[in-house]
């Protein structure tokens, strides 16, 4: 409600069709979720810790939500001017709105684990207050001088916060323990969002989707087991992924 009445019609149109588009890279990586939880139980039935499963889950979502972050900009970058001409003055929106909902999304999945294992909620509900109040008090500050810029880096400021929080309670109520692989993995987040913000020609894309690739192999970020685990309990349309899974894990 604050965003629409800063913009005005106009602005809040460009703001919500980059919101629309920027969503989708988040929907794709989100329809792993189900799979991930899948084979997240089977490790418990097998006896293994909350940590284990957390973790193989963050590991798999990092790798969907890498590649599909370095896929779906580029073609969000060529496709928008070509068919959404009018729209094309909001791509830097739309790039900022899709790499906050999208990186954020192997960080998410904690919260997951954090109901699952009966952890106390209430600190989700002070979140929630700071988070709202983040949004309602950077959009007056930033809307009226930047415009659907400024929405978008209030939305990023809120998402910051609540991806902080989120990985931050996770690791103190130890349903999630990043280990050297984790960590990794975490660094590589903004790193990649301001990869993708400030540089990314789109002859660089291939070689940072390979590069993705490598560095999962390299530093054997996956088990074999896990890969096997996991790509057992993908749906159908997802079963193309196996073959990467397999391929990258040691």
Do not use: C, H
């Not at 496709?79 to 906050?100: C, G, Q, R, S």
């Amino acid at each position: 409600m604050t965003t629409s009445y800063l913009l005005g019609s106009y602005y809040l149109g460009l703001y919500q069709f980059s919101a629309l588009v920027g969503g989708v890279p988040f929907m794709l990586v989100s329809s792993i979720g189900g799979p991930l939880l899948s084979a997240s139980s089977y490790y418990k039935a097998l006896g293994k810790d909350e940590k284990l499963m957390s973790s193989v889950t963050f590991k798999f979502a990092s790798l969907l939500t890498f590649l599909v972050v370095i896929i779906s900009l580029p073609l969000a970058r060529v496709l928008i001017p070509i068919l959404f001409p009018d729209y094309a003055k909001a791509v830097n929106v739309l790039t900022i709105l899709l790499l906050l909902s999208t990186l954020t999304f192997p960080i998410g999945t904690l919260t997951t684990f954090i109901v699952a294992f009966k952890r106390s909620l209430r600190p989700f509900f002070y979140i929630t207050l700071a988070t709202a109040s983040t949004v309602l008090v950077t959009s007056y500050v930033l809307i009226p001088s930047m415009g659907i810029m400024g929405g978008a880096i209030s939305q990023l400021i809120s998402a910051f916060i609540s991806s902080s929080f989120v990985l931050y309670y996770s690791v103190s109520t130890k349903v999630f323990f990043p280990g050297k692989r984790e960590s990794f993995l975490l660094s590589l987040i903004p790193l990649i969002g301001l990869y993708e913000y400030f540089i990314d020609p789109l002859w660089l894309d291939v070689i940072a989707l390979l590069g993705v690739v490598v560095v999962f192999k390299v530093f054997k970020i996956i088990r074999r087991e896990e890969a096997k685990v996991v790509s057992s309990f993908l749906p159908k349309w997802l079963k193309f992924f196996e073959p990467i899974l397999l391929g990258i894990s040691s």
